[in-house]
């Protein structure tokens, strides 16, 4: 297993989560890194990104809730979700690649569970 993923879990609308996500060493360095969630007959959808320059990117749905940051000398990168909302409820994939040019590697965590739920 070389992403695993951590902090899923059930909060009220307007809570918060933090995930977390360890990578590999080599999938680390070579990729961005970031989460995706599953559309409905799109297949999965970029959430966010974070490349190895610093350079972010945000789906304009989470644009101003989440927050992507990574630990480079632990390989983690984490998703800070504030201001949870229930459509934010999905199954959240850990996962390396592209964002910006919406491409993917053959590297994908296993998935956590968000539910935004009163």
């Known amino acids: 297993v070389q992403l695993v993923e951590s902090g899923g879990g059930l909060v009220q609308p307007g809570g918060s989560l933090r995930l977390s996500c360890e990578a590999s060493?080599?999938?680390?360095?070579?990729?961005?890194m970031g989460w995706a969630r599953q559309v409905p007959g799109k297949g999965l959808e970029w959430v966010t990104g974070?490349?190895?320059?610093?350079?972010?990117y945000y789906a304009d749905s989470v644009k101003g809730r989440f927050t992507i940051s990574r630990d480079k000398a632990k390989n983690t990168v984490y998703l800070q979700m504030n201001s949870l909302k229930a459509d934010d409820t999905d199954v959240y994939y850990c996962?390396?690649?592209?964002?910006?040019?919406?491409?993917?590697?053959?590297?994908r965590g296993q998935g956590t569970q968000v539910t935004v739920s009163s």
């Open positions: 974070i490349y190895n320059d610093g350079r972010t």
């Open positions: 996962a390396a690649g592209d964002p910006l040019g919406n491409s993917w590697s053959d590297y």
């Open positions: 060493g080599f999938i680390f360095r070579s990729y961005a």
